[in-house]
C-alpha cells in the first residue's frame, strides 16, 4: 500500500482581518473548498504576537482574537495554494510542514 505524503500549511491572522467584503478566513475557507483541500480547521486564540510584539487579543468593545487556519492535503497542492493566496492583506505568518496522518483522509471519489 502506498502512503501517501501529506503536509499542513497554517496560515496566521487574527479574526476581524477583511477580504473585500468578508473576513479573510472566510475567503481563505471558500478558496480551500473550491480548490478541493482535503481538510480545514480554524482555531481560535487567546492572545497573540509576531515580530512586531503586537498583541492580538481580546479588547472590548473590538475583539481581535488571533486566528490560526490550518489545512491538510499534499504538498504541492498546498505550496500552489498558499501562492495564489499570499499576497492577500492580513495574512500574517505562513508555515508549512510534513504531518503524518494516521486515519481519516482521502479523496471523496466522484
Given at each position: ?66 486566528l490560526i487556519i490550518e ?40
Amino acid at each position: 500500500m502506498t502512503k501517501l505524503q501529506y503536509a499542513q500549511l497554517r496560515i496566521f491572522t487574527d479574526e476581524l482581518a477583511p477580504s473585500g467584503d468578508v473576513p479573510l478566513w472566510e475567503d481563505i475557507l471558500d478558496h480551500a473548498k473550491s480548490h478541493g483541500l482535503l481538510g480545514f480547521t480554524i482555531v481560535r486564540g487567546w492572545v497573540g504576537y509576531g515580530p512586531r510584539k503586537l498583541n492580538h487579543e481580546l479588547h472590548l468593545p473590538d475583539p481581535k482574537y488571533p486566528l490560526i487556519i490550518e489545512i491538510i492535503d499534499e504538498e504541492s497542492l498546498l505550496r500552489a495554494f498558499a501562492e495564489e493566496i499570499g499576497p492577500k492583506h492580513g495574512i500574517g505568518l505562513v508555515t508549512l510542514g510534513p504531518v503524518e496522518v494516521l486515519h481519516g483522509m482521502r479523496r471523496a471519489e466522484g
